[in-house]
Antibody, heavy 118, light 112 residues
């Protein structure tokens, strides 16, 4: 079955960096685009970034442009989110999610918590 | 950016009764190809979101038929025909028509 497993979250000071990973299984990874979506504590969902199945295109929400980079390694069935210059407001559970064939998000990981605090 | 506005934000319902959630987009979310990528998700406390509806009205496999989606243009609706206890949680609409994709604020459904 389809599985997405995030890792790499933790507590980090403002201005520092963190890299999240999401390893997938149960489907041909190189066929699908992938998203990162985040949820601040007690808040709603916020789309963060997307990468095409072949890595050829990427888009970001304005608040992370220039600080976050989404990438993927199709040989490792893994998508990454490199987060630099972290801010307190980046504190959230970060979910990786699969871009379905209908302009949708059809599968979600369990999430990994990133806490930015001094 | 397309703003998705849900109402109500809180929805107390009686078991077995119907529930309806509205989602309005700040501009049309129809693709050039005619598809309208509005999706609905359900998130139970402490869990990841779960898919319910894609392209306005299509239920994913395994989603009970008491859930239905409708709408067009900028107005969309999720209906639950007879609420069951497992339906509590937060419901989100999302548009996938243009970047950035955006979610509604969420509607919290609880049992009266």
């Amino acid at each position: 079955q389809v599985q997405l497993v995030e890792s790499g979250g933790g507590v980090v000071q403002p201005g520092r960096s963190l890299r999240l990973s999401c390893v997938v299984s149960g489907f041909p990874f190189s066929t699908y685009g992938m998203h990162w979506v985040r949820q601040a504590p007690g808040k709603g969902l916020e789309w963060v970034a997307v990468i095409w199945n072949d890595g050829s295109q990427r888009y970001y929400v304005e608040s992370v442009k220039g600080r976050f980079t989404i990438s993927r390694d199709n040989s490792k069935d893994t998508v990454y989110l490199q987060m630099n210059s972290l801010r307190v407001e980046d504190t959230a559970v970060y979910y990786c999610a699969r871009w379905g064939f209908f302009g949708d998000i059809d599968y979600w990981g369990q999430g990994t918590l990133v806490t930015v605090s001094s | 950016d397309v703003v998705m506005t849900q109402s109500p934000l809180s929805l107390p319902v009686t078991l077995g009764q119907a529930a309806s959630i509205s989602c309005r987009s700040s501009k049309s979310v129809a693709h050039n190809n005619g598809d309208t990528n509005v999706n609905w998700f359900h998130q139970r406390p402490g869990q990841s979101p779960r898919r319910l509806i894609y392209r306005v009205s299509h239920r994913y496999s395994g989603v009970p038929d008491r859930f239905s989606g409708s709408g067009s243009g900028t107005d969309f609706t999720l209906k639950i025909s007879r609420v069951e206890a497992e339906d509590v949680g937060i419901y989100y609409c999302m548009q996938g028509a243009g970047w950035p994709w955006t979610f509604g604020q969420g509607t919290k459904v609880e049992i009266k």
